[in-house]
């Protein structure tokens, strides 16, 4: 009878150490799927990064040619051909503003959409105007554009995780 209960403890025990491996297995299942996840989320995170600073890029040269463009609008008064091409830009600017602003806070939002709109304000009156005039809105627009470039910039200074 004594060999008895030795047979029953390493059944048992051959059964606890199935149970032990099998747990062990599901914690290593478990652990590689939140690995996975958190993988995924990087990734994400890492392409609308990209993908903002893309933008961020295309901005500010749109801004830029923009400024560049009405600058020389202004001094020669041409207003047919060159508002056109500056109102483009203004437009292109509110586009790109517009993807930009859909990732972020309310208040840069608006940010955004307020210079988009002074551009285009610009683009209206910058042959017409006199030259301190002009420089006038243009500071303003200027002091719009380092917020939103500042923005930018904390972006590309951002981790990836």
Request: glycine share 4%; net charge positive; aromatic share 8%.
């Amino acid at each position: 009878m004594s060999a008895e209960p030795a047979r029953w403890s390493s059944s048992s025990r051959l059964a606890m150490i199935s149970v032990v491996i099998a747990l062990m297995s599901l914690a290593a299942s478990v652990l590689q799927n939140i690995n996975y996840a958190r993988s995924i989320d990087s990734v994400q995170r890492n392409v609308l990064r990209a993908e903002s600073l893309r933008t961020c890029k295309e901005l500010i040269d749109i801004f830029f040619r923009f400024r560049l463009k009405a600058e020389m609008a202004n001094q020669t008064g041409a207003a047919n051909m060159a508002g056109a091409e500056i109102k483009a830009l203004a437009y292109q600017f509110g586009a790109l503003g517009t993807f930009m602003a859909n990732f972020r806070e309310d208040t840069l939002r608006s940010r955004y959409a307020a210079l988009a709109w002074h551009l285009n304000r610009i683009a209206d009156e910058a042959a017409g105007l006199p030259k301190p005039e002009f420089d006038k809105l243009f500071e303003e627009a200027d002091t719009q554009f380092t917020a939103i470039n500042t923005d930018c910039v904390r972006a590309a200074q951002g981790r990836l995780l």
